[in-house]
Nanobody, 120 residues
Framework: QLQLVESGGGLVHPGGSLRLSCVASGFTLEHYAIYWFRQAPGKEREEVSCISSSGRNTNYLGSVVGRFTVSRDNDKNTVYLQMNFLKLEDSAVYYC?????????????WGQGTQVTVSS
């Protein structure tokens, strides 16, 4: 089965950190740009970040700049989202999606999501 699988979510206190992973199952990620999205209950889906297929270019949602870092290891078929200094408003289900390039609005694969909860 061709899919993306996210992991690494959990419960953290404000100011804490988590590292999310997005792993491809059944295909290789090397030719794909990878997006991170998030969606909280009752809220619109937000684009959090995108990383180019090479890893040399990255984009971030303004509210996460300086706190989140996206990276990839194509040899491990994995993309990461390091989240530091987490805030209450970062709580959401986080999804990864594969696209042909950052800037595309067409996504070939989606993960099932991983829950991130920031609470005191």
């Amino acid at each position: 089965q061709l899919q993306l699988v996210e992991s690494g979510g959990g419960l953290v206190h404000p100011g804490g950190s988590l590292r999310l992973s997005c792993v491809a199952s059944g295909f290789t990620l090397e030719h794909y740009a990878i997006y991170w999205f998030r969606q909280a209950p009752g809220k619109e889906r937000e684009e959090v970040s995108c990383i180019s297929s090479s890893g040399r270019n990255t984009n971030y949602l303004g509210s996460v700049v300086g706190r989140f870092t996206v990276s990839r290891d194509n040899d491990k078929n994995t993309v990461y989202l390091q989240m530091n200094f987490l805030k209450l408003e970062d709580s959401a289900v986080y999804y990864c999606a594969a696209a042909s390039f950052c800037g595309s609005m067409s996504y070939d694969y989606w993960g099932q999501g991983t829950q991130v909860t920031v609470s005191s």
